[in-house]
């Protein structure tokens, strides 16, 4: 889309942006799915909205699939709606076209919102770690259900939009409750951590690992097929039955079920829920099947 937004001179004494001393232009999500998110502002124009064909996509639905521009211009970042249906605001005040944005302020599209702010690499990774700490579980440090449910919700939209596959492979221990009466809960934690260690090896660089209960994890595979998804599943199953897992000593035998499930983009599942039922329900089935199964 052609920038056609007439850029008036600031006047005296207006914020000017010194881009040399090492901090980069960034918005930072303070609310919405992804608080703690940083995005650097790295072109001279970055579109938002929930379409994939823009510079950053924000997959909420009060934001319309090309929302806002930010544009750079003589040292200083400029805000411009594009027509949204919600709007767009700076520090609540709503924008047309064209506003200055400056250190501090606070850019709302829809219902989410980002601070404004200049990042070295330091400040970085303190949003970072914030963020990790958000959305990683405490104990096995892979990804968490809060996480987990946003990512779902995002790849669902997408999926539905371009039909692109979208699979769930769901697993837990069997019979976890005995580990914990039988070696006592340290070593039930001890489990948990170490089998997630060693399952997250299974995955692709792109997959979304989780815990999403007591002894039940899960992963999102985006743009695999059913095939891909039960090969993994059965990579899964044969490393944790074949794995040492010991304790103080004492060698603990482990195995999990597993329950797959692909949806291709139709109508036939209707919310992000819906995967979640359907993959539940067959690891139900591999545990009715006897456990230390794959069911799909």
Known sequence: MPDNTEYRELPEGSDQVDMTDGK??????????????????DSSVTMIGRSDDVNLT?????????HAMVVFREKNFYVS???????TFINKELVGSARLL????????????FKFSYQDDEDTEYHSMLRNMAIKDGLTRIYNKRYFDEMLNKEFDYNRRNNSGLSLVMFDIDHFKSVNDQFGHPAGDFVLKELAQLVEHAARGYDVFARSGGEEFIFL????????????ANRVRTAVETHQFVYDGQTIKITVSLGVSYWDGNDAMTSAQSIIEAVDKKLYEAKNNGRNKVSS
């Not at 924000?58 to 090309?66: L, T």
């Not at 709606?81 to 709007?87: F, H, Y």
């Open 24 to 41: 980069r232009p960034c918005l930072i999500m303070i609310k919405g799915d992804f608080i703690g998110e940083v995005y650097e502002l």
């Open 221 to 232: 595979m985006r743009g695999a097929d059913l095939d891909a998804a039960i090969q993994l």
């Open 102 to 113: 400056r250190e501090g302020d606070k850019l709302t599209v829809g219902s989410v919102t």
């Open 58 to 66: 924000v997959s909420d639905i009060s934001i319309s699939r090309k």
């Open 81 to 87: 709606d594009l027509d949204s249906t919600n709007g």
